[in-house]
């Protein structure tokens, strides 16, 4: 039977009614509590690590989420993070290039409703994790609302459905069909060591562009470590900016374009405005999503 460890970072799914609204407040014990038919499944250990709303998440917390993996890496068969919904995608993207190659199976999961109020869909999403992570495929992996989606594409589309999650760029890497983990995608092939990044650089800045934005803008930006421009579809720089974005390249910043669509992915060399965006040295972040081409730029990889 698979030993898993879960850490529990707060979020929704631990949430109670206060009178400022709902907050974080239910721990680990709780939260499996409601999960009568774990025991048959794996045994858990327990570590609450923080009780935050995920917005409050920083760079910073999710490192202490991926040294604490990291830490427990010898002692335990699997990874389940409790965690919010509305930043589950950046830390989900984050702690895939934190932990490269991971050689565990590590699933975050939160939900839209907190666990013990009438139909939330906390019990299902939290046992769903625990039997992904108990059948032992190595990965970063989020579980809700029974799919299973890679770490690295994962986007929130909705603020309040229950069906709030889809996969960009890619299908899901499998599905929870009658208490059964079915897996889409083959066993993946490491491909190098497993390892924990311990310096990350969150000196990046994304500006998302707008039909008028005033290209003196960026004239605050020159010298900005790297910034992302989110662009209009398959990608591109207005001419009207073309030349304050030439300065803010000439001036050291890395220039990066994603786009504003959440699938689909940047194609600068489809059109004349994104080959025009290319000339000047912007750097297409292609079929990434937001969120993990963030993390990746945290970690060095572009």
Known sequence: MSHILMIATGGTIACCETAHGLSPALDSAALLGALPELSALCTVETLDLMQLDSTDVTAADRQRMAQAVWQNR??????????????????????????????????LTGSMLPMGVPDSDAPRNLLDAFRTAADG???????????????????????????????????????IRE????????VPVPSGEPKLVEQIDTHILPVRLTPDLDPSFFSVLLGYPKVVLEAFGAGGVPARLESAVRD?????????????????????????VGRRAEALGAISLGSRTFEDALGALMCGEL
């Open 74 to 107: 010898e002692k335990f068969d699997g990874f389940v993070l409790t965690h919010g919904t509305d930043t589950l995608a950046y830390t989900a993207a984050l702690l895939t290039h934190l932990l490269p190659h991971f050689d565990k199976p590590l699933v």
């Open 137 to 175: 495929r190595a990965g970063v992996y989020a579980v809700m609302n029974g799919q299973i989606l890679h770490g690295s594409h994962v986007f929130k589309q909705h603020s309040t459905e229950i069906d709030a999650f889809l996969s960009a760029n890619a299908a899901p890497a499998g599905e």
């Open 179 to 186: 208490s059964e983990v079915r897996w889409n995608t083959p």
């Open 248 to 272: 803010l390249i000439q001036s050291g910043t890395r220039v990066y374009i994603t786009t504003q669509c959440p699938e689909g992915g940047v194609h600068l060399h489809k059109y004349e």
